[in-house]
C-alpha cells in the first residue's frame, strides 16, 4: 500500500509531467509522441526535469519471482517468500535502459552562431540527476521516470538506478551519436507490469490482467491524432 505522502508526490510528479510532456508532443504514423522525461524528488520542488530529446533506444525488462531451488539429496527444496506489503511473488522489477543522444554536432544558425545540442545536453542533465544527494527530506531521493515505449505508452517508474559503472560509446565511424546503458530499480510502476493495478489492492482497486489491457487502449486513444 501506497502511504498518502507518496500518493501525493507521485501525484503531483504525474500532473507535471502532464503539463510539461503536452507541449512537446511529436506526430508519429497517427499518434503523439510523449517524450522520454525523468525527474527525481529534490529536482521535482524545483519543477526540474529532463525532457529527453531522442527516447531510449531500448529497455530490457526483468522480473524475478522471489523464490529459489536447491539442490538435496533426494531431488530439489522449492522456497517461495511473498512480498506481503505488496501481495505478490514477483520481485521487485528492473528495467535496463540504452540512451541515446542523437546526433551531437552542434547546429549552425543563420549567422554562424553555433548551438549547444539538445541530446548532449540530456547526457550532461543525466550525469547530475546521478550524483544528486541520496537523500532528500529524511528519505530516499527518489527517481520518477515517465516511461513511453510502444508496449506502455504511459508509465510512471518510482525508482533509483543502481550503483553501476556507467559507460558511453562514442564511434568515429558513422553519425555522431552517443549511447549508454543505466539500470534502474523500480520500486514502484504505476500501473504495475504484472497487474495494471495502480496503488495495491488495499487501495480498493482490483488488479487484473483486463486492467492493463484497458490502461494500454487508453494511452493510445489519448495520443491518436485525429485528421
Not at 525523468?38 to 531522442?54: F, M, N, P, R, Y
Not at 545540442?117 to 530516499?140: H, V, Y
Not at 500501473?191 to 490482467?209: A, H, I, L, M, R
Amino acid at each position: 500500500m501506497a502511504s498518502r505522502a507518496e500518493i501525493d508526490i507521485i501525484s503531483s510528479i504525474s500532473e507535471y509531467f502532464k503539463v510539461s510532456t503536452g507541449q512537446s508532443t511529436e506526430l508519429f504514423k497517427g499518434f503523439y509522441r510523449y517524450p522520454f522525461e525523468i525527474t527525481c524528488d529534490s529536482w521535482s520542488e524545483q519543477a526540474k526535469t529532463i525532457l529527453w530529446k531522442c527516447n531510449p533506444g531500448e529497455a530490457v525488462y526483468q522480473l524475478k519471482q522471489r523464490a529459489s531451488v536447491q539442490p538435496i539429496k533426494s531431488g530439489s527444496a522449492y522456497y517461495y517468500w511473498p512480498d506481503i506489503k505488496r501481495k505478490t511473488s514477483w520481485d521487485e522489477p528492473t528495467v535496463q535502459y540504452t540512451f541515446q543522444t542523437g546526433n551531437i554536432r552542434p547546429i549552425r544558425r543563420k549567422g554562424g552562431e553555433l548551438v549547444f545540442p539538445e541530446g548532449l545536453s540530456n547526457f550532461n542533465a543525466f550525469m547530475q540527476l546521478i550524483d544528486e544527494p541520496k537523500i532528500f527530506n529524511g528519505d530516499l531521493n527518489m527517481v520518477s521516470i515517465m516511461h513511453t515505449s510502444p508496449m506502455f505508452p504511459r508509465m510512471i517508474l518510482r525508482g533509483i538506478f543502481l550503483p553501476e559503472s556507467i559507460s558511453w560509446n562514442e564511434s568515429a565511424s558513422g553519425d555522431a551519436i552517443v549511447t549508454w546503458q543505466a539500470t534502474f530499480l523500480v520500486k514502484r510502476a504505476i500501473p504495475d507490469f504484472y497487474t495494471g493495478n495502480f496503488f495495491g489492492k488495499s487501495e480498493g482497486k482490483t488488479p487484473t490482467v483486463e486492467a492493463l489491457k484497458s490502461f494500454y487502449l487508453q494511452s493510445y486513444k489519448s495520443q491518436v491524432h485525429k485528421q
